[in-house]
C-alpha cells in the first residue's frame, strides 16, 4: 500500500512539473498598437501569464487543473498580440 500511494504521489509532482508553452507565429505575432514584430518578448510575455494566473488563482497542490491554467496562458498570450497557432 505504501508503495502504490508513493507511486501515485511521485506521478503527481511529476506532472505538476510541466508548463504549457503556446506554439506560436513569429511572424504574424504584433503589438496591437504600433505593429512592431514581439516574437522576442516571447518568454518575458509567457512568464508573466504564468505569474499572473499563480497569482490570481487559489490552487491546491493535489487538485491542480491544468486545463484551467493552459486556457488562461492561452488568451493572455493572445491579448499580448502573439498569433497562436496550437
Known sequence: ???LLS???????????????PLINPETSRDKYDG?????????DLQACNYIHKEN?????????????DTFVKKCMKDYGYAILR
Open 1 to 3: 500500500m505504501n508503495k
Open 7 to 21: 507511486i501515485i504521489v511521485l506521478c503527481l509532482t511529476f506532472t505538476s512539473c510541466t508548463t504549457y508553452r
Open 36 to 44: 512592431k514584430v514581439i516574437a522576442g518578448n516571447y518568454w518575458k
Open 57 to 69: 488563482t487559489i490552487s491546491l497542490y493535489l487538485t491542480l487543473n491544468i486545463s484551467d491554467k
